[in-house]
């Protein structure tokens, strides 16, 4: 938002995209600068974001938690696609209940091989 800002004083004072960039010293990438030189151009003086017409989340609601977080007591060794087909959700909401709403992760295992003795006959 503050760059925003700047680059908006910039416009304002007359200043090239390019030399607002230079002066940013490349807080901001120069694609980004040229597109708000841009909007500020066609009469746009807001530096919010525009409203976006996001979807909510469906599939990481507590009615999906839960049961993921009681598959996973019962049996703490189930695939991520079992559990995934089980609740009819996407593998990818399943990783993202189990890593942020449940904040478990996968302990890594370390084998060690064994030493086999050769018999001598």
């Known amino acids: 938002m503050e760059q925003r800002l700047n680059i908006k004083f910039c416009f304002k004072l007359g200043?090239?995209?390019t030399e607002t960039h230079e002066m940013l010293m490349n807080a901001v990438s120069k694609k980004?600068?040229?597109e708000w030189f841009k909007r500020f151009r066609d009469g746009k003086e807001d530096v919010e974001d525009e409203p976006?017409?996001?979807r909510?989340?469906?599939s990481t609601t507590p009615d999906n938690i839960e049961p993921v977080r009681r598959m996973l007591a019962d049996d703490r060794r189930l695939s991520l696609r079992l559990i995934a087909e089980e609740l009819k959700i996407s593998l990818d909401s399943?990783?993202?209940i189990i890593?942020?709403?449940l904040q478990k992760r996968k302990k890594k295992?370390?084998?060690f091989p064994t030493l086999r003795r050769s018999i001598n006959v």
């Open 99 to 101: 890593h942020e709403h």
């Open 32 to 34: 980004c600068v040229f």
């Open 15 to 17: 200043k090239t995209a």
């Open 56 to 58: 909510p989340p469906t």
């Open 52 to 54: 976006r017409s996001a």
């Open 94 to 96: 399943v990783i993202n």
């Open 109 to 111: 295992v370390y084998a």
